[in-house]
């Protein structure tokens, strides 16, 4: 379902790009449109940039997919999107909005990339230079072994290739330190940012660039610098530090040598604190030249003290704005996005500087183990064959009755004012898919962020509980009481401080199950309508829990009104069933995940 989720305004981007040849085609040789159109299409399929496909590709999904498409770019090492230029190239967008789930893991230490602070290296070119920028980029950071920036040298990246929508565009990686640091770029996670195409003609993007970078890194062909150029002003008056990479095709030109003195000295960037000049020609091999510039940026980036984090950049887009440039907008600001994360918002406000085990109890009563997980195990008993129960009705119809009394305690507890919110904003967005869909995933990122604050301390005592149980069994071959005790508190402890998007699914299912069942005696609101909300949202590719892995019960009368939901809207039809099988941790969900995306 997610790879339908197409929006017009990237489709729209190569059509415009085409109408305008097909109509020149059309006024000044005298043939058909249908017939023009095919030409040009045949044209283009020979010239076309693999930059643009994919920039044309990722504009065409929506905000949901596009998450999920910069996930695995992100996973696999590929530079993400940062600012893209719309195809009239009036507009510059910044991507904020996928970043939100994006982890850096290094040196022991996990982040949220959108919160984390973090320096920043802008690399961009000036001019037509020889060498690729992209290429030498790839080599400074991860000594060729990765082309995390696409460049000429990959598969299709032929000079011959044409760039007609992905000049303008930034992308971003991240360094992430690793082995020795006399030879890392820096000692704390980097954001790397490459402008794509010749900054000369990129007043825009340079003018935002200068206002969150932390040092550029300029590649200069001598012979297309000029010593009034707007853009040459803004490096001279930028606080960021500027590191000049003055590149030169042969060595031995005397002529290109000269125009090289020539830009240096007549253009604005000579001061020894922030402008640091590097010339190609002054290094045998490329070897010392990239441990040179490694060095000098290490340098920079130590010099200077300022941290941004995807948040104040934000911000900054959001501030910017000048008659001589063209607007920043960000992703973010699109209306369904707005109202869903506004939404999300309101959630989250009863659940701001909570204890979260406070929170699952306060908010999530009915799912409590002394009410549902106690009414699971009476069931279960209630079924068990070998139990007496089948031969003894007295003992059978109490069970029944401790049953309807822990339904009695639920319909007590009654719906709380966090999943009345939570309903009530599932209704009002139901017509909005998009924001339905933003919405559960802003909250779905605040309770995996909530619980990761306290979950990894927990799960580090579990396994050091679990080694002293361990090894004090196989000393005394006996269960040492206290530590299995301990071990115990510690599970139930991790259950209790575990709060998902999976748990709110769960209250609204014994919401359900009670009004079912007490229906008649039912004096709250009107709780019918439950599963045709749940029903959208798993046809547009969320999963759907069956089992209650913590009560191990399967709700069943919640499960069937939900998939005869599902039957409303899709019609009597056939459904096949694929069921992934497997021990604790053997990759069943990352099979599912592979094969559906769920």
């Not at 095919?38 to 949901?64: F, G, H, W």
């Not at 970043?99 to 040196?107: F, Q």
């Not at 206002?211 to 012979?223: L, Y």
Request: charged share 30%.
């Amino acid at each position: 379902a997610s790879s339908l989720r197409m929006d017009m305004e990237g489709r729209n981007c190569l059509k415009s790009f085409e109408d305008k040849n097909i109509t020149k085609d059309a006024n000044f040789e005298g043939k058909s449109t249908r017939t023009s159109r095919r030409k040009v299409k045949k044209e283009n399929s020979k010239t076309l940039s693999p930059q643009d496909i994919a920039m044309v590709s990722y504009q065409s999904c929506d905000m949901m997919l596009q998450q999920q498409l910069l996930q695995k770019m992100f996973m696999t090492k590929q530079a993400v999107p940062f600012l893209l230029p719309s195809w009239k190239k009036d507009l510059v967008t910044l991507t904020s909005w996928p970043l939100k789930s994006t982890i850096l893991e290094w040196n022991n230490r996990a982040e949220n990339s959108f919160k984390f602070k973090s320096k920043t290296v802008s690399f961009i070119r000036l001019g037509r230079t020889h060498q690729s920028k992209s290429t030498l980029l790839n080599e400074l950071l991860w000594d060729k072994k990765h082309d995390t920036f696409f460049n000429r040298n990959c598969p299709q990246g032929e000079q011959s290739f044409n760039r007609i929508l992905s000049d303008g565009s930034v992308e971003m990686s991240w360094y992430l330190p690793h082995g020795d640091e006399r030879e890392a770029l820096s000692k704390d996670a980097t954001r790397i940012l490459n402008l794509r195409g010749d900054a000369l003609q990129l007043l825009t993007q340079i003018k935002f660039l200068s206002k969150i970078t932390t040092t550029f890194f300029v590649q200069i062909c001598a012979k297309e610098i000029t010593e009034n150029h707007p853009v040459i002003k803004l490096l001279a008056s930028t606080k960021s530090k500027v590191v000049l990479f003055w590149t030169q095709k042969n060595k031995d030109d005397e002529e290109e040598s000269d125009q090289i003195d020539s830009a240096n000295e007549n253009i604005d960037l000579n001061d020894p604190k922030r402008h640091i000049h590097i010339f190609e020609s002054d290094f045998e091999n490329s070897f010392n030249l990239r441990k040179d510039l490694i060095k000098t940026l290490r340098t920079s980036l130590e010099e200077q003290s300022e941290s941004l984090s995807h948040t104040e950049i934000v911000s900054i887009a959001r501030g910017f704005g000048s008659p001589s440039y063209h607007p920043i907008g960000v992703d973010e600001d699109h209306e369904d996005c707005k109202n869903g994360s506004e939404a999300a918002k309101e959630i989250i406000k009863l659940l701001a500087n909570k204890n979260i085990k406070k929170c699952r109890y306060e908010y999530l009563p009915l799912q409590h183990s002394q009410l549902w997980g106690k009414w699971s195990e009476l069931e279960k008993k209630s079924h068990r064959e070998h139990d007496a129960v089948i031969t003894n009705p007295g003992e059978a119809s109490k069970i029944k009755g401790e049953m309807n009394q822990i339904r009695e305690l639920q319909a007590k507890a009654g719906v709380t004012p966090f999943m009345d919110k939570f309903i009530a904003v599932l209704r009002s967005l139901g017509t909005t898919p998009k924001a339905r869909d933003i919405f559960l995933q802003s909250l779905e990122l605040f309770l995996v962020e909530w619980s990761n604050n306290c979950l990894p301390k927990l799960r580090r005592k579990r396994k050091e509980k679990w080694e002293a149980l361990r090894m004090a069994t196989r000393q005394s071959k006996e269960v040492d009481k206290n530590l299995q005790t301990d071990f115990e508190t510690i599970i139930k402890d991790i259950s209790e401080s575990s709060f998902g998007i999976e748990h709110v699914f769960r209250e609204l299912c014994q919401i359900y199950e009670v009004y079912h069942e007490r229906k008649d005696s039912w004096t709250g609101k009107d709780y019918s309508d439950l599963p045709h909300l749940l029903a959208p949202i798993i046809l547009n590719g969320s999963s759907f829990e069956l089992l209650d892995g913590e009560a191990c019960n399967i709700p069943r009368i919640w499960v069937k009104s939900v998939i005869l939901a599902v039957q409303e809207i899709v019609g009597d039809k056939k459904c096949s069933s694929l069921s992934a099988l497997g021990i604790q941790s053997s990759g069943k969900s990352t099979l599912l995940n592979s094969i559906f995306g769920v």
